[in-house]
């Protein structure tokens, strides 16, 4: 949404300069009929203050379309049906803001009327002298012709030449952090499955109370193929310290040496009886920290447990506690493990361990671990797929607007120009060139100044929208392959862009400019 906000007053920003460059000898008609520049600026305002009140009423309107479009996306990707209704306070506050933004800016644009005197203005906006620094001599320089004037005219609009490279890097800086989402939660589901918190083991059974769980453990860690089993149940506990009292989830394990997803990123699991590790939204709720001491309430009973660790995950929106069996049995001798948690080799197949299992307890169901994983992680990749998706194609359609719409401007404010170069023989081919060097090296140092800082901020931006889940730090990978993509997909479109909107050049004819100044 910030995106699309910057990307709309950019737009606002560019046609206001476009229009006054369009009109640029109307604008000195009217300044010496007697028009004031305050008067130029306040329609300039108010022709945009109607445009925008048309456009919010109308995006309200079909807005409801949208967010059911949305909802039905949503609920295939996660099974979850969003049933958000309009909200006339959300919708006030979202378009009061969008207007105000667009008038700002629209005022602070249209200010460049009070720049242009009338003979600039009646003159087409040509000036006589231009006292800045040449920095590329035509007569000393080594360049080809056409890439040295593109570069002279780089550094004659500095400013513009800025803004436009900032728009290219907060683009790259979207379509790179969507390809690092892609390789991250897509390609590969580790980065995935530890930030969820979800254990990665081969199969779990559910073990009846009338069988002895550490029996039945120790048989199938016999089977071919099974590397290690562990016992696991889990329940809801109250914790406290002092006079702040909640209830939460509390994972039991019999040996947490043997987890494989370790979700800990301070201090280490528990150990020994007296050990408890928290997550971080558990240790801010209580005010607790590694070293700490908190109370664990069961069955009417409260002990003291020392925190050793502080977890972060986002399942249970990342409130969960960790004890092993022999902690949670000085304060409640009834938890005793339920579930078995089977880890075999890569080269085992889930359904030659399941007849092993039978053959030895064929009451048991052996569920597929892997499978819930899959269930549960692919939905969520493939929104994160979509979302890559949607980056990359809004970085396209955006460059190639904003390269439109500064081309354009470009071609009206030197089209008196090309027209003398072309009748000094510059060609059609030369004119193209120097329009696409203009454009193309700044997307290409918006590009890579926007990867380099998607690399270095990546990581910071998921886990600050990640926070609400107690995530504090993260370690994504982030490969060169996905920078020189991004690189390659910005360049590429503004050569490709560039070109394209250059091609009004061949309509330009030297008599009709030359005529027209």
């Not at 390269?403 to 354009?408: D, S, T």
Request: with cysteine; aromatic share 8%; proline share 2%.
């Amino acid at each position: 949404a910030l995106i699309i906000l910057v990307v709309a007053i950019v737009i606002v920003c560019f046609s206001i300069q476009n229009s006054i460059e369009q009109n640029m000898t109307n604008t000195g008609i009217m300044e010496a009929s007697g028009f004031t520049t305050n008067q130029l600026i306040f329609a300039t305002v108010l022709e945009s203050l109607f445009v925008s009140l048309f456009s919010i009423g109308l995006a309200l309107a079909v807005s409801p379309v949208f967010t059911k479009l949305v909802g039905e996306v949503v609920a295939s990707s996660i099974g979850v049906r969003w049933q958000l209704g309009f909200d006339a306070k959300s919708a006030f506050i979202t378009g009061i803001t969008i207007l105000l933004f667009i008038l700002l800016a629209t005022y602070i644009e249209a200010r460049g009327y009070r720049k242009i005197s009338i003979l600039d203005a009646l003159r087409g906006g040509v000036k006589t002298h231009n006292f800045r620094k040449n920095h590329i001599p035509m007569d000393k320089t080594f360049l080809p012709l056409s890439m040295a004037l593109g570069i002279k005219g780089i550094l004659n609009q500095k400013r513009k030449s800025i803004a436009i490279c900032i728009m290219i890097m907060v683009l790259a800086i979207a379509c790179s952090s969507g390809l690092f989402l892609y390789e991250n939660f897509v390609y590969s589901q580790d980065n995935l499955l530890q930030l969820v918190g979800m254990e990665r083991a081969s199969a779990q059974i559910q073990i009846p109370e009338d069988l002895d769980i550490h029996e039945v453990g120790e048989d199938i860690s016999d089977i071919d193929g099974v590397e290690q089993v562990n016992y696991f149940m889990s329940n809801t506990m109250k914790l406290s310290k002092g006079e702040v009292e909640e209830s939460y989830s509390v994972d039991y394990w019999e040996d947490t040496d043997k987890i494989k997803v370790r979700t800990i990123v301070e201090g280490r699991y528990p150990l020994y009886d007296n050990e408890i590790a928290i997550s971080r939204p558990i240790s801010e709720k209580l005010g607790a920290e590694i070293g700490d001491m908190i109370q664990v309430n069961s069955a009417d009973n409260t002990k003291e447990y020392l925190v050793v660790g502080i977890t972060q995950h986002i399942e249970y929106l990342g409130k969960k506690a960790v004890m092993t069996f022999d902690g949670i049995h000085r304060v409640n001798d009834t938890i005793n493990p339920g579930v078995l948690m089977i880890y075999t080799n890569d080269n085992v197949e889930f359904s030659t361990l399941e007849n092993k299992i039978h053959e030895l307890y064929p009451q048991l169901e052996v569920i597929n671990e892997e499978q819930i994983i899959k269930s549960t992680c692919d939905p969520i990749a493939d929104s994160l797929g979509i979302l890559c998706v949607v980056f990359n194609i809004c970085t396209v359609l955006i460059i190639v607007v904003i390269l439109f719409l500064v081309i354009r401007m470009k071609l009206n404010q030197e089209k008196i120009n090309m027209g003398v170069e072309k009748a000094l023989g510059f060609t059609t081919r030369q004119l193209m060139i120097r329009v696409i060097m203009n454009y193309v090296p700044i997307a290409l140092v918006g590009a890579i100044l926007g990867v380099i800082v998607s690399y270095f901020t990546f990581d910071s931006l998921t886990s600050t929208c990640l926070a609400f889940c107690g995530i504090r730090g993260c370690d994504m990978e982030k490969s060169m392959l996905s920078m020189l993509i991004t690189i390659a997909i910005i360049t590429v479109t503004s050569l490709v862009a560039s070109s394209i909107m250059s091609v009004r050049i061949r309509k330009v004819e030297p008599r009709q400019m030359i005529r027209e100044s």
